[in-house]
């Protein structure tokens, strides 16, 4: 009799634990880890010295006066360039600050026959500056303006007179826009006016009828790509 007692008792409160069970609230689902953190991609530094190659088109211009005959009028002494880059940046905020020199073989080439009957011509074999460059980066893309000095050689003859050979110092200004296509490789593209002022051209080669020299002006509106290196951060 107990034996049958303690065994309904038993089953009396098994089945009162599972109704208890089936009332209480689903356990909560174990918490997740958390994501991993992923940083964000680094962004471009503009700062450094870099390298580079560059090439392009002047369109050149030049014009002879002299009191041997009236002034030529502007001619086209136009030609290919290129060349090398060495120049170093420096980056704050979004502005970037730096200075650039190149040289670069020179192909500007023009003859006039206006008041000059026997041809005068006017070329320059090479051409360096040195500027300064301001602009605003966005990322990796970099927006400029740039100045400086010009250095050229500028030849000039009248016929077939040997040619007056005279390196000149002038001015050149212009802007452009560059992309840092990879981590230490960027591409550019510029214009740049260059003025290489008045060339002195004495009698035996660009006149023969007047010992007074004859003034002879060139100036080169450039348009050049090119592509830098950029060593550092």
């Not at 230490?184 to 510029?190: G, H, I, L, R």
Request: charged share 10%; proline share 7%; net charge neutral.
């Amino acid at each position: 009799m107990k034996r049958v007692i303690f065994l309904a008792a038993a089953l009396l409160l098994s089945v009162g634990g599972q109704a208890w069970a089936a009332d209480l609230p689903a356990p909560a689902p174990a918490p997740r880890a958390p994501a991993a953190y992923l940083p964000p991609p680094p962004i471009f530094s503009w700062t450094g010295i870099y390298l580079g190659v560059n090439g392009g088109y002047g369109f050149g211009q030049s014009n002879w006066t002299s009191p041997a005959f009236p002034p030529t009028g502007h001619f086209s002494a136009s030609g290919f360039l290129a060349g090398g880059t060495i120049g170093g940046n420096y980056q704050f905020g979004q502005f970037v600050v730096g200075l650039e020199g190149d040289g670069d073989w020179n192909g500007a080439n023009g003859t006039t026959f206006n008041a000059c009957g026997v041809g005068c011509t006017t070329q320059s074999d090479w051409l360096a500056t040195v500027r300064g460059r301001a602009g605003y980066a966005i990322d990796r893309i970099l927006i400029y303006g740039t100045g400086g000095a010009a250095f050229g050689n500028v030849q000039a003859a009248a016929g077939v007179l040997p040619f007056a050979n005279s390196t000149q110092t002038g001015w050149t200004a212009g802007g452009g826009v560059e992309w840092a296509f990879l981590p230490n490789w960027t591409a550019k593209a510029e214009y740049l006016y260059v003025d290489l002022g008045n060339m002195s051209c004495p009698i035996g080669n660009c006149s023969t009828t007047t010992a007074i020299p004859t003034t002879v002006s060139f100036t080169e509106n450039i348009v050049r790509a090119g592509i830098n290196y950029k060593f550092g951060w």
